[in-house]
Each structure stands twice: as C-alpha cells, then as structure tokens.
C-alpha cells in the first residue's frame, strides 16, 4: 500500500536579509505542504517574497529559522553534495526568462541535464523525445530557440524540467514574459503533467486570471500566508 507522501512540508520558516544595518524580513512563519499530485499557485506582488520561498523549497538558500522536509528529509541538514542530487534528480526548475542555450536546439537543450548526470546516449533519446512529447513540442524538436515563439521557448524550459522525471516542478514566475494565450497554455500545461504524470508543481505567479487553473492558489502578502495573517489578526484581536 502506498501511503501519501508528503513531498514538502514547510513548518515557521522565516527568512531575513541583512543590508548593511537594515534587516529585511521576506518569509515570516511561513507554513506550507506539498503533496504529491498537487499543483499550487503561490500569488503575491512585488516583493512579497514568491522567489524567496520557491529558493528555500529547492534548497538553494537556507531559511533563518523554521524547517524545510523535502520527503521528509530535512533540507537545512544536508551536504551541498546531497542538495546537488535532489535538485539534479528530484526537481525541475523554471524560470521567467526560459534560459535556453541559443545556440543548441530544442532537443539538445531538454536533454543537457540528462548529459551532465551521465545518462547514456540511448535513453537519453528515448527521455528527450516522451519530455518533448509531454509539451507538444517533439515536431519542432531541431529547432534553435531563435526559431521558436516565446510560448514554446518556455515549453522547451518545461521539457528540460521534466526531463530527469522529477517529483517537483519549480516555477518562478513561468508566463511572465509571454501574452495571455501562452500564459494559459503553460498553465494548462502543468494542469495535465501534474494529472498524467503525478508530477507536483509550485508555481510563482502574478497574474490572477491563471489561478482558476491550479488545484490550491496560495496568498502572500509581506512574507505571509494571508489565511495565516488573517488568522494571526484574529488572534491578536
Ligand atoms: N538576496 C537578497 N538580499 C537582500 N534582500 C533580498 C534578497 N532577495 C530578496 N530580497 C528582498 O526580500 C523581499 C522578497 O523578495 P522576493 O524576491 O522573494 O519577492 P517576489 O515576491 O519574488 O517579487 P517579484 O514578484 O518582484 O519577483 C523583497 O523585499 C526583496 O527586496
Ligand atoms: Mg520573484
């Protein structure tokens, strides 16, 4: 019997920035779970602290205070050398800006992770075509990212993140630099990987016409959760 795992848990993490003698707090108590299967939405404006805590979720920055289980291990406890290999095999990350090489094609661009973990040449084909496949892109999968819209720039960035099978998706602000119809794809197309494949996906947004599309949409308002600044207000009144 497989039981449900939880995929993150985020218990009081706070997080500050010292700047000179001024100290920016971006996290304050955040709580959060991560299932497997699920796909949330972290909304918030500018500054409110969306890649802050997507950075602590991949461990590529160590929280202030609070702690952080990825599969119930705990993130602040481990070795660069262990967080090199869950960031490597377990997450996949993307960014605003695509971050394609230009001058590789789309192919060659999905299937460098598997190159830089060692996979052989064969099942690295097979891995880049079903990634390719998964974002409707196997048929444009010789072309340069010059050669391709922003829309499927991004959903070569996707390919690339999913191509090592990871648990977790990361996505720090996926669609900000594409028009509302690419937006809604992308959208979309998480939807049907976190449906077909069982894969979890976070994902920064600003934009609120994308919400109605993730299975949780998460508030944050100055480094907090507003349903746990509402509660907080609540129990201060
Ligand atoms: N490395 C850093 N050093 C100092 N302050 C930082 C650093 N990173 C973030 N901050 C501050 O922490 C707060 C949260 O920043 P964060 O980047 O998480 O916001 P965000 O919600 O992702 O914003 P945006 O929508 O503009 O990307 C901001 O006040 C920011 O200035
Ligand atoms: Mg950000």
Redesign the pocket.
């Known amino acids: 019997m497989s039981r449900v795992k939880r995929l993150i848990t985020a218990v009081d993490i706070w997080?500050s920035?010292?700047?000179g003698s001024e100290e920016?707090k971006?996290?304050r108590g955040v709580n959060m779970q991560v299932f497997p299967g699920q796909f949330i939405a972290v909304v918030?404006?500018?500054?409110?602290?969306?890649?802050?805590?997507?950075?602590i979720m991949a461990g590529l920055d160590k929280p202030t205070a609070g702690t952080i289980l990825f599969e119930e291990e705990d993130l602040t406890e481990m070795s660069e050398k262990q967080l090199t290999e869950i960031r490597r095999h377990k997450i996949g990350f993307v960014f605003q800006s695509f971050g394609l090489l230009p001058l590789l094609s789309a192919f060659e661009n999905t299937e460098l992770p598997l190159r830089i973990s060692g996979v052989r040449a064969r099942e690295r084909e097979e891995r880049t075509r079903e990634a390719l496949e998964i974002v409707g892109l196997w048929p444009r999968a010789k072309h340069r990212p010059y050669e391709l819209s922003g829309g499927e720039q991004q959903r070569v960035a996707i390919a690339r993140a999913i191509v090592s099978r990871p648990s977790l998706i990361l996505a720090?602000?996926p669609t900000g630099e594409l028009d509302s119809n690419n937006a809604h794809a992308i959208f979309g197309l998480f939807k049907e990987m976190v449906r077909k494949q069982g894969i979890s996906v976070v994902s920064?947004t600003?934009d609120s016409t994308l919400l109605g599309m993730a299975d949780e949409v998460k508030e944050?308002r100055d480094?907090q959760l507003l349903d746990e600044a509402k509660l907080g207000r609540r129990y201060r009144d």
């Open positions: 997080k920035f010292k700047i920016i971006a996290l918030g404006r500018s500054g409110s602290g969306k890649t802050t805590l997507l950075n720090d602000e920064a600003h944050i480094g």
